[in-house]
């Protein structure tokens, strides 16, 4: 943490301060070190500054969860905010991720469930799982004994479903939900 805060410093770029800014934060937070809330609040100030709209939910989101133990409200505020912004922006992921901290919370205002949640059936989830480790159709058909025409509908299907463009774009989604959670 302290190390990243030096190079940015050096650096002299004020993205690498407010990427600093942003792990510093995340990495107190998950410490459970109360001055996350600090450097979660600077990161905040410092994308705004840049006009990074999507970095600055994504550091407001993080402030949200740091401080969801201690103050419930003001977490679900800024939760709020975050939601707002990210559909703005189209982050489906990151407004998912905003809408589940709403209902761990119980706040009203959040998504009722992520969208496309619970769409794919059971073998097109382990399809997602296979995209995610980077398979080619070839490799889904020959692990989940189906054939390739089989593993390409598979594909498409899920796809679809979640609304990606492409089969890098499913890779990004398991790697940031992870492989169980569609």
Excluded: Y
């Excluded at 792990?23 to 459970?32: D, E, H, I, P, S």
């Excluded at 949200?64 to 939601?83: T, V």
């Amino acid at each position: 943490r302290d190390r990243l805060r030096t190079l940015a410093a050096d650096s002299g770029d004020p993205r690498a301060a407010a990427f600093a800014d942003l792990a510093g934060g995340r990495v107190r937070a998950a410490q459970g070190d109360e001055r996350a809330t600090a450097d979660l609040q600077s990161a905040m100030r410092r994308f705004a500054q840049l006009d990074f709209r999507l970095e600055t939910a994504r550091a407001q989101l993080a402030l949200a969860g740091a401080i969801a133990g201690s103050s419930p409200d003001a977490a679900a505020g800024e939760a709020r905010s975050a939601l707002r912004a990210f559909e703005t922006a189209g982050a489906r992921a990151d407004a998912d991720a905003a809408g589940a901290l709403l209902r761990r919370l119980g706040a009203a205002g959040g998504r009722a469930w992520p969208k496309g949640a619970g769409t794919l059936t059971r073998r097109e989830t382990e399809v997602l799982e296979l995209l995610g480790e980077g398979c080619s159709n070839a490799q889904i058909a020959e692990r989940l004994v189906i054939s390739r025409r089989t593993a390409e509908h598979h594909v498409a299907s899920v796809l679809s479903k979640l609304g990606l463009r492409s089969r890098a774009e499913a890779a990004a989604h398991v790697a940031r939900r992870g492989p169980a959670d569609p």
